[in-house]
């Protein structure tokens, strides 16, 4: 027997809200949707009238039901926004190749400018080939650390006051429940807030954050949007789906306890006496990190090196790898120096260009980038460096090193080690 | 198998890695025991202690751990008085299986009955003997237990022991209460807790201490002995438990104690890493609080953060617009609505949040919302108006 909708329309109801077991008929949904995320976002006070906004586009269902949403939003209640798509290409053949056209076409439906930021060009990796070093566990890292930086570097080339992002109630419930797990109390802090970015960085909202997963697919079937639905081709071993797979388990039951697990989230709070890391700026790359130097540039600099788990895991398994590691260099490093002093510098200068590449290339900035300009600068001062010391007096900046491997994480006593061997970024 | 302690035949392995015979183990358990009541000093010399058993594995062997501290005649002695009780469902095998586990030590246990829990004029029981139950107030509870969903029936069991072990503690002149979770159980309770939204009240339920109420502590001293550790421990003493504590299946407590279960295996660190977790988080502390207003069935403090938008105001605005036709909006209004449609809601009992934050926390008033029947609407009522 067809349920009648729950707002007395007089149609039939097309399904039943899991946020509150109300029915609901096509079109009465729609329009408690689209409420619901404009009550998000003015009682949230994610957006002021006349800020540019990059929309995080994927090209997956929240993303496009986010971009459809926020232009309809702006549109009806005269936000009064510059909205804009942004996307990021980790290079995954069978499966971003594909989403990123689903984003153009994102861009033509919803006449938004669209720019596309790509890791080969980035960081000089594409995920295939990052995949290809270090297997099929933990790439995920790789993968969320780098995105969440190009996400910055795309927003600061398009200069918008803020990027709006695709997160959904179960992408918050699920990160609480796996911070909890990780025992990660930071991060447990900080990921149910609906605005997030510390002073100097671009903010990040999340406008869908009290919207359900399941009415995003409805939505977006409902609405006929087109999307991208397949899975990351490397996402099945991600530690995530562990939280995931409770989730879902948990949703089964009790359909409300995704809202129950983000309303713990916001009312909980962290004991004063704990401490937490405080966020700063990388002393290489320049942006937002909890470290000296970001996660970013140690996973890139394993990379880079051939030692690609070294941002993986404890502080004290990379400190040793780099120790081997840097004994190996340190033999080789001698004949050479033997040989010829100018092979260093030369060897640096060649490293280096993974990076430095990236401001000449095509998608990114034609050399107005600050991010890169930042960079550039970074790594002249620690070439001058190299300069002054390496060649000499080798055992000065190995002393650095032990001063910096007290902190607590060993991303810090890579860079130490970087600068006293000459190896360069 | 050489015990990593002493250098003698290992007989346990514990985390899959770690030897130890069997009397380094026991050692290492009473010491954990012990260490949890003194490191946060407590106690005060024989004080009343109200010791409340399940005749579950982790209440056998803090009736054990107990016994044994006790009878101990040197400066380790427990110096305790303790008073045990048992509050039962009606089960009476269990009731007499409990007695005799404590004749074992002689000690007498209190038997109550978890029909009590409306009875206004508790009195002092007889030891050692079955409960007399109030007809009125079993069938009082057990309507209010008909056709509840089974998460919400494992949660308010929970707060209705937890009420009933402090009427009892008062009535017998005790300031503490030990009970028996583990860590496993914790950090199951944990996850519980976050995923019907106590994520605020986690320091008492979860931590050493519940101090909730004014006058009466909760103790939680076996908080660092793990599942793995009791079975152990049992094995050694050759302590049998009466039944298992299991939560209702297909309820959110018996699915994350599944999930738990099974991540433990592969990843053995999971479960000290949740409680560890639990350790560092607190309670939300606002000193410009004038009066402090308590839930009155979980007596969780209902002063709350200041958030712009939380999930609660969320949810009861998705109930707002699912009972409102699509309408032609004014721009300027906040919430994309006319004034009065609030109050159209609120007039039509609809809400989907009854009594927050005026006599209930947002959990058990998630939880009122959900045992729909009338009669025990009224049952509760009574409650909130008392």
């Known amino acids: 027997m067809p349920v009648p909708c729950g707002t007395g329309c007089g149609k039939n109801a097309a399904l039943k809200r899991p946020k509150t077991g109300d029915a609901l008929c096509k079109e009465c949904f729609f329009w408690a949707f689209e409420t619901e995320i404009h009550f998000t976002i003015t009682k949230g006070e994610l957006f002021k009238r006349g800020d540019s906004v990059a929309v995080a586009a994927s090209g997956g269902k929240d993303s496009t039901v986010l971009a459809h949403t926020l232009k309809t939003l702006n549109e009806r209640y005269d936000y009064g926004l510059n909205l804009m798509l942004l996307s990021i290409d980790e290079g995954i053949t069978g499966y971003r190749d594909d989403s990123l056209e689903t984003v153009k076409q994102n861009r033509d439906d919803y006449e938004m400018p669209l720019k596309i930021l790509s890791y080969k060009d980035l960081y000089g990796w594409t995920m295939d080939e990052i995949v290809a070093q270090i297997g099929r566990k933990n790439n995920c890292t790789f993968c969320g650390v780098f995105r969440r930086q190009a996400l910055d570097r795309g927003a600061a080339l398009l200069g918008v006051k803020c990027i709006a992002t695709g997160h959904n109630a179960d992408d918050i419930a699920e990160t609480v429940l796996m911070n909890v797990l990780r025992g990660d109390i930071a991060r447990l802090k900080r990921c149910t807030a609906i605005t997030t970015g510390s002073e100097g960085t671009i903010p990040r909202v999340k406008p869908l954050k009290y919207t359900y997963e399941k009415e995003i697919v409805m939505y977006a079937h409902y609405k006929k949007l087109v999307y991208f639905s397949t899975e990351c081709v490397f996402a099945p071993n991600a530690y995530r789906g562990h939280a995931r797979a409770l989730l879902k388990d948990l949703e089964k039951i009790r359909p409300t306890c995704i809202m129950d697990i983000i309303y713990s989230g916001e009312t909980m709070s962290i004991k004063e006496e704990v401490t937490l890391p405080s966020q700063r700026i990388c002393t290489r790359c320049k942006f937002v990190s909890s470290q000296e130097v970001c996660k970013a540039c140690v996973l890139l600099e394993g990379l880079n090196k051939g030692l690609p788990k070294l941002g993986i895991g404890k502080s004290s398994k990379a400190k040793k790898m780099l120790e081997e590691y840097n004994a190996r260099q340190n033999t080789l490093e001698q004949v050479i120096d033997d040989l010829n002093d100018t092979n260093i510098k030369k060897k640096s200068g060649k490293k280096r260009n993974g990076l430095t590449d990236k401001c000449n290339s095509k998608t990114c900035c034609s050399g107005n980038c600050n991010s890169t300009q930042n960079n550039m600068e970074d790594n002249s001062k620690i070439n001058s460096l190299l300069d002054e010391y390496s060649l000499k007096e080798t055992d000065k900046p190995v002393q650095q090193l032990n001063d910096v491997s007290d902190d607590e994480e060993g991303c810090s006593s890579s860079c130490g080690r970087l600068g006293g061997l000459g190896v360069g970024f | ?386």
């Open chain 2, 1 to 386: 198998m050489i015990c990593k302690k002493c250098g003698a035949l290992g007989t346990i392995t514990l985390r899959k890695k770690d030897i130890y015979c069997d009397v380094c183990f026991s050692i290492n358990i009473v010491h954990k025991f012990r260490g949890c009541i003194g490191k946060n000093k407590i106690l005060s010399k024989d004080e009343n202690v109200l010791i409340c058993l399940s005749g579950g594995k982790g209440s056998t062997v803090l009736l054990d751990l107990i016994h044994n501290g006790i009878v101990l005649d040197n400066h380790k002695k427990l110096r305790i008085r303790p008073l045990f009780l048992h509050i039962s469902n009606g089960d009476v095998d269990r009731i007499n299986n409990i007695i005799k586990q404590c004749k074992l030590y002689s000690f007498d246990v209190y038997i109550a009955n978890i029909a009590d829990y409306f009875e206004p004029n508790l009195k002092i029981l007889n030891t050692n003997s079955l409960p007399i139950v109030n007809a009125e107030h079993n069938e009082k509870i057990n309507n209010m237990f008909k056709d509840i969903p089974l998460s919400v029936y494992n949660d308010m069991m929970l707060k209705i022991k937890r009420s009933l072990f402090i009427k009892y503690a008062k009535l017998l002149d005790c300031e503490l209460i030990f009970t028996a979770e583990t860590t496993t159980s914790l950090a199951i309770n944990l996850l519980s807790n976050i995923s019907i939204g106590r994520g605020s009240q986690i320091e008492n339920d979860i931590g050493f201490m519940d101090n909730r109420n004014e006058k009466i502590k909760i103790i939680r001293p076996m908080k660092d002995i793990s599942q793995e550790e009791l079975d152990n421990y049992m094995r050694i003493k050759q302590l049998t438990c009466i039944n298992f504590d299991h939560h209702q299946e297909n309820s959110i407590q018996s699915v994350i104690s599944n999930f738990v279960g099974d991540l433990q295996e592969n990843f053995p660190a999971t479960v000290s890493t949740v409680c560890k977790t639990a350790d560092k988080i607190g309670l939300h502390n606002d000193n410009k609080i004038k009066k402090d207003m308590k839930c009155i069935i979980c007596e969780s403090n209902l002063n709350r953060k200041n958030l712009k938008l939380s999930a609660l105001e969320a949810t009861e605005f998705s109930r707002l617009v699912s009972l409102l036709k699509p309408q032609p909006t004014p721009i300027n209004s906040n919430d994309g609505l006319h004034t009065e449609d609030w109050a159209v809601v609120n007039s039509m009992h609809k809400s989907m949040f009854p009594f927050i934050h005026k006599t209930l926390c947002f959990s058990c008033s998630r939880n009122y919302a959900q045992m729909s029947q009338s009669q025990l609407t009224q049952t509760i009522q009574e409650l909130i108006l008392t």
